[in-house]
């Protein structure tokens, strides 16, 4: 059973950094891609970012040049550094491993919430 562990939110102000974590209990060498996924209020899942497994990214547009998604495969951990936090980013952030078969896993989620 594959496990993904987020952690890092929370409460920042408009203008603020945070890094979440994401850590599987398995060798993410075994994922085609991971990523993070954003879902506020009464609003759908969206992508926020994805990494391959040769480093390769894509981000969506509305925090492109804000965030980062990175990983380290000794510590079988991706990270999203976000910078330059605005209101519009709050939601509750989830972790996903893309398996090469099969469906994907995801994290439980953790909040972030950005004030004005």
């Known amino acids: 059973q594959v496990q993904l562990v987020e952690s890092g939110g929370g409460l920042v102000q408009a203008g603020g950094s945070l890094r979440l974590s994401c850590v599987a209990s398995v060798s993410i060498f075994g994922f085609d891609r991971m990523g993070w996924y954003r879902q506020a209020p009464g609003k759908q899942r969206d992508l926020v970012a994805l990494i391959s497994n040769v480093g390769n990214t894509d981000y969506a547009d509305s925090v492109k040049g804000r965030f980062t998604i990175s990983r380290d495969n000794a510590k079988n951990t991706v990270y999203l550094q976000m910078n330059s936090l605005k209101p519009g980013d709050t939601a509750v952030y989830y972790c996903?491993?893309?398996?090469?078969?099969?469906?994907?896993?995801w994290g439980q989620g953790i909040q972030v919430t950005v004030s004005s």
């Open positions: 996903t491993a893309n398996p090469y078969i099969g469906a994907n896993y």
